[in-house]
């Protein structure tokens, strides 16, 4: 699973990260976490407003900081999208 952060690298970025982290540690999941910075790549993916959280290239939020929780929930929600996809 690759999780992409999205955004300038502001402090709100950072804070996705951190709770992208701390999602994962609860989880007891591993994945690679990714900081996208390169405002055309962003809005390749549509995102018109950072932070924006990305999983596998899908993008399930933009323009706020998601709560450990809300991060674990659409990982889970993720993965049972994409169950026998792969």
Do not use: Q, Y
């Not at 790549?41 to 809300?70: F, H, N, Q, Y």
Request: proline share 2%; glycine share 10%.
């Amino acid at each position: 699973m690759r999780i992409k952060i999205l955004g300038s690298g502001c402090s709100k970025c950072i804070m996705l990260a951190d709770n992208t982290r701390r999602a994962l540690d609860n989880m007891g999941r591993d994945a690679e976490i990714v900081k996208v910075t390169d405002f055309a790549e962003i809005a390749m993916l549509g995102v018109m407003s950072t932070p924006g959280l990305a999983i596998d290239d899908v993008v399930v939020s933009t323009g706020r900081v998601l709560a450990p929780k809300s991060i674990e929930d659409l990982i889970l929600a993720h993965d049972a999208g994409s169950h026998g996809n792969g």
